[in-house]
T-cell receptor, first 115, second 110 residues
Framework: SQTIHQWPATLVQPVGSPLSLECTVE??????LYWYRQAAGRGLQLLFYSVGIGQISSEVPQNLSASRPQDRQFILSSKKLLLSDSGFYLC??????????????FGPGTRLTVL | GQNIDQPTEMTATEGAIVQINCTYQTSGFNGLFWYQQHAGEAPTFLSYNVLDGLEEKGRFSSFLSRSKGYSYLLLKELQMKDSASYLCAVRDNYGQNFVFGPGTRLSVLP
């Protein structure tokens, strides 16, 4: 069966510090991978998605970046955090078209607080 | 552009039936999804519609009308544990991008 991991679960960082959040998927190959952010009481905002190694699509211009160094690894980074970067960060995966069930599966999330 | 609308909050009584509506205007369409999200947790998949009509899964059902850009999630025999946010999402034509609505926070009262 497939599983998705995210770490850390919670993070408190000062403004201007760097960020690295990691997401890994097990039990599948060539998944589509996604990073979302959810501000308190708000909906999911798609930040990045990837259909393959080294292929990243950015949905919202900001001070965040994403990388996919391996097939089942997705990393969200920032060089300098802003207060507005606080939120609940969710990684998700879905099978590539034609590969299986039609939905997204979410990781447990990382709650980031920028002070 | 992409736009998905849902009511912000709803309240219902334990044992009752509630219908959560979702309207969408997207540049492409390849399926509509409903997710449940409890406070502080990740969303979990509930249902999926790609053709018009009703899909039933136990106490939960979801309906889709593509011509009207409309869907609803129907929850029957409400339980206290159904108190959560319910997210409507549309997948684009290429199957790579999911656009989420703002979510509907449902409170089930005794």
């Amino acid at each position: 069966s497939q599983t998705i991991h995210q770490w850390p679960a919670t993070l408190v960082q000062p403004v201007g510090s760097p960020l690295s959040l990691e997401c890994t998927v097990e039990g599948t190959s060539n998944p589509n991978l996604y990073w979302y952010r959810q501000a308190a009481g708000r909906g999911l905002q798609l930040l990045f998605y990837s259909v393959g190694i080294g292929q990243i699509s950015s949905e919202v211009p900001q001070n965040l970046s994403a990388s996919r160094p391996q097939d089942r690894q997705f990393i969200l980074s920032s060089k300098k955090l802003l207060l507005s970067d606080s939120g609940f960060y969710l990684c998700a995966w879905s099978p590539s078209p034609g590969q299986g069930a039609d939905t997204q599966y979410f990781g447990p999330g990382t709650r980031l607080t920028v002070l | 552009g992409q736009n998905i609308d849902q009511p912000t909050e709803m309240t219902a009584t334990e044992g009752a039936i509630v219908q959560i509506n979702c309207t969408y205007q997207t540049s492409g369409f390849n399926g509509l999804f409903w997710y449940q999200q409890h406070a502080g947790e990740a969303p979990t998949f509930l249902s999926y519609n790609v053709l018009d009509g009703l899909e039933e899964k136990g106490r939960f059902s979801s309906f889709l009308s593509r011509s009207k850009g409309y869907s609803y999630l129907l929850l029957k025999e409400l339980q206290m544990k159904d108190s959560a946010s319910y997210l409507c999402a549309v997948r684009d034509n290429y199957g790579q991008n999911f656009v989420f609505g703002p979510g509907t926070r449902l409170s089930v009262l005794p």
